[in-house]
C-alpha cells in the first residue's frame, strides 16, 4: 500500500482521543517531517519513493 492510496474516499473515524481521516494538501508539512525519518522505512519494508519524500506530488 501506498501513501497515494490514502487519499481515496475514507470515512472518517473518530474517537475520543483520536480523529484518523483522508490525507489533504495542508498535511504536506506533518507528512514531509514524519515520512523524512529513515527509521521509518526499516520497518515498512520498502525504499522512500518519489512521492514519500515529496508528499506534495500527492495531490498534484
Sequence with gaps: MSLKDYLIKKPVLET????????R???T?????WMSDPGLYLYWGK???RHDLNPELLFT
Design 16 to 23: 475520543e482521543r483520536l480523529i484518523l481521516r483522508e490525507l
Design 47 to 49: 525504499r522512500p519513493g
Design 29 to 33: 508539512d506533518d507528512l514531509r517531517e
Design 25 to 27: 494538501p495542508e498535511d
